[in-house]
T-cell receptor, first 116, second 114 residues
Framework: DQQVKQNSPSLSVQEGRISILNCDYT??????FLWYKKYPAEGPTFLISISSIKDKNEDGRFTVFLNKSAKHLSLHIVPSQPGDSAVYFCAATGGTGGTSYGKLTFGQGTILTVHP | NAGVMQNPRHLVRRRGQEARLRCSPM?????VYWYRQLPEEGLKFMVYLQKENIIDESGMPKERFSAEFPKEGPSILRIQQVVRGDSAAYFC????????????FGPGTRLTVL
C-alpha cells in the first residue's frame, strides 16, 4: 500500500521557469510533510516542510502548498536553476502518539532536470 | 563536518556473511532513524532509536536484522547471513529533540551482496 505517491517519475524544465512537483497521500493521520532533494550517491537533503495547520510555506525559491481536503501537496521552485537537477522526494509523518512521528513515509521520487 | 556520519560508504559482502553499518548522528541529536532504498524505489523506514532504546522497529525485517544505539558510540545496523536481496543503500538520519523534528540524513552505506 503506497501511502505517499509521486505520480510523475520525471520532469523537465527550462532554466528560469517554474518547476512544480506533485505529491499525493492517502493516510489522513499524516500532518507533517517534508520535501527532500537527492543527488546520486548522496543522502537526501532537507529542503522545506509544512505542518497541516498551514496551507503554504515559503523559503527563498522554494514554496510548498498543502491541500488537506485533496490530500495533495506540491513543491514550486522558481526560478529553476540547472543546479536544481536532482531527485525530489516528498515524505509524510504523523499519527497518534509520539512514536508515530519517527517514521517518515516517502514517495517514489521525481527526477527533475533543468535545462540551461 | 557536523553532519550525520555513516561508515563505511561502500560495503561488499558474500552471501552468508554479516554486515555492520555505523551511524554517528549530528552533534546534539539523540534520535536516530534507519532507512533502506532498494534500486528504483523510494526510501523505506526500518527503525527509530533513542539512546539505549528502540522506539519503533515496525519496518525491520523479522529475521537477520537488528539495530542498536548504545549510550556511547554510534548506532549500528547489523545484518546477519546477508542475501542478495539485502543489496541496497542504507541511510541513517538524526533529529535533535523529538520525533516530530526534521530528520537530517547521512550520505548512506551502499551494501552489495555477491
Amino acid at each position: 500500500d503506497q501511502q505517499v505517491k509521486q505520480n510523475s517519475p520525471s520532469l523537465s524544465v527550462q532554466e528560469g521557469r517554474i518547476s512544480i512537483l506533485n505529491c499525493d497521500y492517502t493516510n489522513s493521520m499524516f500532518d507533517y510533510f517534508l520535501w527532500y532533494k537527492k543527488y546520486p550517491a548522496e543522502g537526501p537533503t532537507f529542503l522545506i516542510s509544512i505542518s497541516s495547520i498551514k496551507d503554504k510555506n515559503e523559503d527563498g525559491r522554494f514554496t510548498v502548498f498543502l491541500n488537506k481536503s485533496a490530500k495533495h501537496l506540491s513543491l514550486h521552485i522558481v526560478p529553476s536553476q540547472p543546479g536544481d537537477s536532482a531527485v525530489y522526494f516528498c515524505a509524510a509523518t504523523g499519527g497518534t502518539g509520539g512514536t508515530s512521528y519517527g517514521k517518515l513515509t516517502f514517495g517514489q521520487g521525481t527526477i527533475l532536470t533543468v535545462h540551461p | 563536518n557536523a553532519g550525520v556520519m555513516q561508515n563505511p560508504r561502500h560495503l561488499v559482502r558474500r552471501r552468508g556473511q554479516e554486515a555492520r553499518l555505523r551511524c554517528s548522528p549530528m552533534k546534539g541529536h539523540s534520535h536516530v532513524y534507519w532507512y533502506r532504498q532498494l534500486p528504483e524505489e523510494g526510501l523505506k523506514f526500518m527503525v527509530y532509536l533513542q539512546k539505549e532504546n528502540i522506539i519503533d522497529e515496525s519496518g525491520m525485517p523479522k529475521e537477520r536484522f537488528s539495530a542498536e544505539f548504545p549510550k556511547e558510540g554510534p548506532s549500528i545496523l547489523r545484518i546477519q547471513q546477508v542475501v542478495r536481496g539485502d543489496s541496497a543503500a542504507y541511510f541513517c538520519a538524526s533529529s535533535p529533540r523529538q520525533a516530530g523534528d526534521t530528520q537530517y540524513f547521512g550520505p548512506g552505506t551502499r551494501l552489495t551482496v555477491l
